[in-house]
């Protein structure tokens, strides 16, 4: 294998975006997933993209360039094998006890036929869109695997540093050293671990529960403020997928990361209320069977801006993570600007001040 190998860690929506703009380059990485693509919170979340939901924030322009991107992407992979297409959103109040039709600024659509009101469209054809992440993720992987990169199953369990210079000069994957040049950790949450072999900004998991339903629904996301029978005021979010099932998300679960995203197993009271929740805004949700129950870890950091540059004293080293809520849909522009980073030696496409790391704290954790 080529010293001057790049090594792109983590097989989720970025890692992925990251192995698919190099390969378009010409460059040929070696992925490596401790399971698979889209095992982690790229395979369990909404797929949700917007155009301007970051205005005023420094992910706007990685908001806006993504949204283009991500049509791009649909004409070249198949929109109908990422799941991708334009939908309209909509802002809603809904209760489990008392009338909410106060709230009622515009008429409902037919589906949403429980205690529902409708108070905004705030997204259309124009501003909002969907994919599969699990199925845009794979897609991403299987063609960037076509275009020379090579995909392998194994755990990342550090980095080789020349002693002198500080650069890097490997991987080391299940114990075995793989010479490379360039590494790109793109772990989500488990970013943490790679703490232990170099200097990096904090990077915390937040988990959250979901649920998929069989129910063939018009196609408009439903943002909802929900207040509970018990007087809690929470937001369920309500996707409509082309396939005709539903993702329900709105529920944080407090534990602990474990390693393996495989071990990651979904709380069935979670995915039940979740599904109760639902039933509330629709009939057709109330009746629709649980095909699938899902949780999963958003990558944060302190300052809820992601991590997309270079490490500070690692030559080669690069971090590509931290998307928050939004991992999915700003995943295309962060691959096109680390793609850049690594074969031109800077972002051309994106101002990558925002997110460069030295702006955090780092730290690195003693073994
Ligand atoms: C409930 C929920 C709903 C969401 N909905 C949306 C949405 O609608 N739109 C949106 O844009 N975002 C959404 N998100 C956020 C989005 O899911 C994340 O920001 C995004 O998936 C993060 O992608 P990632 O590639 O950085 O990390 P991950 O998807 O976590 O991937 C990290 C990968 O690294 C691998 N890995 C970890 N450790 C190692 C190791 N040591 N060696 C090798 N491999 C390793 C894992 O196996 C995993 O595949 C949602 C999140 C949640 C929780």
Redesign the pocket.
Same mark, same amino acid.
């Given at each position: 294998m080529s010293a001057d190998r790049i090594v792109v860690?983590?097989?989720?929506?970025?890692?992925a975006s990251v192995a698919w703009f190099l390969a378009r380059r010409g460059a040929e990485p070696l992925i490596?997933?401790? =399971?698979r693509p889209g *095992? #982690? =919170?790229?395979g369990? *979340? #909404?797929?949700?993209?917007a155009l301007d939901w970051c205005l005023g924030t420094p992910l706007d322009g990685l908001m806006r360039a993504s949204f283009g991107l991500h049509a791009e992407i649909a004409d070249e992979l198949g929109a109908d094998r990422i799941g991708y297409r334009r939908t309209d959103a909509l802002m809603v109040a809904s209760a489990d006890d008392g009338d909410v039709d106060g709230y009622a600024r515009l008429d409902r659509p037919a589906w949403l036929d429980g205690n529902v009101a409708v108070h905004q469209v705030i997204g259309d054809r124009t501003t909002t869109a969907q994919v599969n992440?699990h199925a845009l993720t794979t897609a991403l992987v299987e063609d960037a695997v076509g275009r020379g990169a090579t995909l392998r199953t194994?755990?990342?369990e550090g980095v080789d540093l020349d002693p002198g210079t500080g650069a890097v000069t490997g991987v080391i994957v299940d114990g075995e050293a793989t010479p490379a040049a360039v590494v790109v950790l793109?772990?989500?949450?488990?970013t943490s671990?790679a703490q232990r072999w170099m200097a990096l900004p904090q990077v915390f998991g937040s988990r959250?529960a979901?649920v998929v339903l069989a129910a063939d629904v018009p196609g408009q996301v439903v943002f909802s403020e929900f207040l509970t029978g018990d007087g809690q005021r929470t937001q369920l979010e309500i996707y409509p997928r082309a396939d005709g099932t539903v993702y329900v998300?709105g529920l944080s679960e407090h534990d602990s990361l474990p390693e393996d995203?495989d071990g990651i197993a979904p709380i069935t009271a979670s995915g039940d209320e979740l599904h109760r929740r639902a039933g509330v805004h629709s009939t057709a949700l109330r009746d629709a069977e649980i095909v699938a129950r899902g949780s999963?870890?958003?990558?944060l950091t302190v300052d809820g801006i992601p991590l997309i540059g270079p490490v500070p004293d690692v030559p080669g080293a690069y971090l590509a993570?931290a998307?928050?809520?939004?991992?999915?849909?700003?995943a295309p522009a962060t691959g096109r600007m680390v793609a850049e980073m690594v074969l031109d030696g800077a972002s051309r496409s994106l101002d990558a001040a925002p997110f460069a790391l030295s702006r955090l704290p780092m730290g690195r954790i003693a073994v």
């Amino acid at each position: 294998m080529s010293a001057d190998r790049i090594v792109v860690c983590g097989a989720g929506a970025v890692g992925a975006s990251v192995a698919w703009f190099l390969a378009r380059r010409g460059a040929e990485p070696l992925i490596v997933d401790r =399971a698979r693509p889209g *095992a #982690a =919170a790229s395979g369990k *979340a #909404a797929g949700f993209l917007a155009l301007d939901w970051c205005l005023g924030t420094p992910l706007d322009g990685l908001m806006r360039a993504s949204f283009g991107l991500h049509a791009e992407i649909a004409d070249e992979l198949g929109a109908d094998r990422i799941g991708y297409r334009r939908t309209d959103a909509l802002m809603v109040a809904s209760a489990d006890d008392g009338d909410v039709d106060g709230y009622a600024r515009l008429d409902r659509p037919a589906w949403l036929d429980g205690n529902v009101a409708v108070h905004q469209v705030i997204g259309d054809r124009t501003t909002t869109a969907q994919v599969n992440p699990h199925a845009l993720t794979t897609a991403l992987v299987e063609d960037a695997v076509g275009r020379g990169a090579t995909l392998r199953t194994g755990v990342v369990e550090g980095v080789d540093l020349d002693p002198g210079t500080g650069a890097v000069t490997g991987v080391i994957v299940d114990g075995e050293a793989t010479p490379a040049a360039v590494v790109v950790l793109a772990l989500g949450p488990w970013t943490s671990q790679a703490q232990r072999w170099m200097a990096l900004p904090q990077v915390f998991g937040s988990r959250g529960a979901s649920v998929v339903l069989a129910a063939d629904v018009p196609g408009q996301v439903v943002f909802s403020e929900f207040l509970t029978g018990d007087g809690q005021r929470t937001q369920l979010e309500i996707y409509p997928r082309a396939d005709g099932t539903v993702y329900v998300n709105g529920l944080s679960e407090h534990d602990s990361l474990p390693e393996d995203p495989d071990g990651i197993a979904p709380i069935t009271a979670s995915g039940d209320e979740l599904h109760r929740r639902a039933g509330v805004h629709s009939t057709a949700l109330r009746d629709a069977e649980i095909v699938a129950r899902g949780s999963c870890y958003r990558p944060l950091t302190v300052d809820g801006i992601p991590l997309i540059g270079p490490v500070p004293d690692v030559p080669g080293a690069y971090l590509a993570t931290a998307h928050a809520s939004w991992g999915i849909c700003n995943a295309p522009a962060t691959g096109r600007m680390v793609a850049e980073m690594v074969l031109d030696g800077a972002s051309r496409s994106l101002d990558a001040a925002p997110f460069a790391l030295s702006r955090l704290p780092m730290g690195r954790i003693a073994v």
